[in-house]
């Protein structure tokens, strides 16, 4: 059996910590908002192309005085947030987003849906709840942004 901090290390979370997908300044965005987590930095902008309640595109940027060395966690879970919702209708994406909180924060690993997808390799964070902020800071950002709040903070 591996140990729990392996889990913050899964091959797909290093790959997109590394490589982030969709991490650049979307210029055509018609909603966004920026995420802050005090406890550890973190800065991100979530940018949203939203038509016809589908979104067409998303990406997002760390932010801040050192958005080199944002959390590992949090740019790859919103590097593979923005993978999983592109296309997505905001029905869908509200369930993502409920899923994907109550996996890192209530369910048990045997309650992990399979709506989640690649997602699931974060359900390992929920053992280091000092890291879920880390890893939720994206989505409620995301969440935020849809809902045209311009600032959100993980406090």
Known sequence: MSSPANFLYDEQ???HSK???NHRRMENANRFAEGHNPLCGD???VYLLVEDDVIKDISFLSVGADSVKNCAISKASASMMTKALKGKNLPEVETLFAEFHQMLTSATLEEVTPILGHLRVFAGVREFPMRVKCATLPWHTLKAALNQESIVSTE
Request: zero cysteines.
């Open 19 to 21: 490589k982030p997908r």
């Open 43 to 45: 800065h991100q902008i």
């Open 13 to 15: 979370i290093v790959e």
